[in-house]
């Protein structure tokens, strides 16, 4: 493992970009190998075991690039798989969580709402977030069929994403949280929608800038740093079809001719 190889991220789909954007953005001499498991879209429906099986060979692909480092970019993935790919792969692995630790620093009405997955929100790592920073606290957790899908379509803006939104949101309005934790990679390329719904003075806040710190903090420790010299090149890959997720990344990514390759099919199989 060196200081130059590339740092690898995956998500069900696209939605991990918005952590690779605060990465890119505190990591600017690193290169980045993206993943999106589009082909298996959404984690949130699968069992726990089948997604530490999608994870295991998406992370198998990565090794293959030569990753030094993968950051598993899915609040879903890290509940389901990080413990499991940590004991079955000796490279570092940062994982995300809902930011519910910075919500009970900012609320000040003691009243929380977090939007995640079913499956990020009904496992332990989950439960033992909230028993560790929620104490004292209202939190009102809700789950988002069908927003996942939304994003993966490149709907972020559109009236049909509005309408599931506020119904989303309308729990958390109820309870009159002054916090909204956005618990899915997905969600923060929805935040002008979310902004738009809820009051203002409410903080809408997501995990991008905490993992980026995280994953400097374990290049740092290790050594692994990329040299100061380097201009950091990205990668985006798909087990999806590249036609139809490329236009979606480029959205997403905010940049013209990205090119999405599509992982070969060892790694993209069941
Ligand atoms: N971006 C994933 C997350 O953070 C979405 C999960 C899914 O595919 O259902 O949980």
């Known amino acids: ?58 992370t198998e692909f990565l090794l293959a690039k030569g ?36 919500a009970a620093l900012f609320t000040k009405n003691k009243k929380i709402g977090v939007l995640a997955t079913g499956l990020t929100l009904s496992g332990e790592k989950f439960t033992s977030l909230v028993e560790k920073f929620g104490g004292g606290i209202t939190v009102v957790n809700q789950a988002c069929p069908g927003l996942v899908e939304q994003v993966e379509a490149g709907q972020v803006s ?52 905490p993992v980026a710190r995280q994953t400097k903090r374990v290049l740092t420790q290790a050594e692994l740093l990329a040299p100061e010299t380097r201009i950091g090149q990205d990668w985006f890959y798909t087990s999806g079809n590249p036609s139809l997720v490329g236009p979606v990344v480029e959205r997403l990514w905010g940049a013209n001719e990205v090119v999405v390759e599509r992982i070969p099919p060892p790694f993209a199989t069941d």
């Open 158 to 209: 559109g009236p049909e994403t509005e309408t599931m939104l506020r119904m989303y949101l309308k729990p958390l309005q109820d309870t009159g949280v002054d916090v909204v934790v956005l618990g899915c990679t997905h969600y923060p390329f929805l935040r002008p929608l979310v902004v738009k719904i809820v009051e203002p003075g409410i903080q809408v806040i997501d995990t991008g800038m």
């Open 67 to 102: 990753v030094k480092l993968i950051v598993v970019a899915c609040n879903t993935a890290s509940v389901a798989a990080l413990k499991y790919l940590r004991a079955a792969f000796t490279l570092p692995f940062v994982g995300v969580e809902p930011a519910v630790k910075q």
């Open 1 to 58: 493992m060196a200081a130059a190889d590339p740092i690898g991220l995956f998500d069900s789909g696209v939605g991990g970009l918005s952590i690779m954007k605060e990465v890119r953005r505190m990591l600017p001499h690193e290169d980045l190998i993206y993943v999106a498991d589009s082909k298996y879209c959404p984690y949130g429906e699968k069992t726990p075991q089948a997604i530490q099986e999608r994870a295991r060979k998406v």
